[in-house]
């Protein structure tokens, strides 16, 4: 390996070294808590070091909520068009994922949706992975699998009770839960079933008049 692509190895090492200390310190600290000081200490590098790579601490924070949203929507299914998918199947599969991926995940989960950036206001964007999540509602309206005909409101509806799982099980460990995976299966479960069409009624067979 040569001189120029040691270096080139070496600035990526260090920036890949620089992202993860700074997801460690902004978890467990906070957005107001971390500081460019506390990020230099934590890798064994001078500040000026990092300031070659990311201007300030906003900007490596929201590089990392990009890559949390990136991670999460590459573990998440998406529909295959294929003629006997199942669009309720795979809507309760990709709630399932979402879950998995928080509490396999949580500093990425945390970055995501539960770290504030302190005072700094910041302009809502629209998330990929929310998307994917009312596609397939859609889907399922579509094929008027479900009773609701709003998408985005159902969306949004099974997004709450995915989340609300999620970050209960992340910030609340100690808690005396129930069993772990029958606890999710009947949030995610309860939260889908309810929204389904209802069974076509069979026609009551017509009594005899008594004799």
């Not at 001189?3 to 906070?30: M, P, T, V, W």
């Not at 906003?58 to 999460?72: G, P, R």
């Not at 992340?170 to 005396?176: A, E, G, L, V």
Request: charged share 25%.
């Amino acid at each position: 390996m040569g001189a120029a692509a040691r270096r080139q190895q070496h600035k990526a090492e260090l920036r890949a070294d620089i992202l993860a200390a700074a997801r460690s310190l902004f978890a467990r600290q906070g957005y107001e808590g971390f500081t460019m000081r506390r990020l230099a200490e934590a890798i064994g590098y001078s500040p000026a070091s990092i300031y070659l790579y990311f201007k300030d601490k906003n900007e490596i924070f929201d590089f990392l909520v990009e890559e949390s949203f990136a991670t999460l929507l590459a573990a998440l299914p998406q529909p295959s068009g294929a003629p006997d998918e199942n669009p309720v199947a795979l809507l309760k599969r990709s709630l399932r994922l979402y879950v998995d991926f928080g509490l396999t995940h949580p500093d990425d989960y945390r970055f995501a949706f539960l770290l504030a950036p302190g005072t700094r206001p910041r302009p809502y964007k629209q998330r990929t992975a929310y998307e994917s999540l009312r596609a397939k509602v859609a889907l399922c309206v579509g094929e008027k699998l479900f009773r609701a005909t709003d998408v985005d409101c159902t969306a949004q509806a099974l997004w709450a009770a995915a989340h609300g799982i999620t970050s209960l099980l992340i910030q609340r460990p100690n808690f005396p839960w129930a069993a772990r995976e029958k606890l999710i299966g009947q949030v995610l479960d309860s939260a889908v079933d309810s929204l389904l069409a209802a069974p076509p009624q069979r026609a009551r067979p017509r009594r005899r008049p008594a004799p």
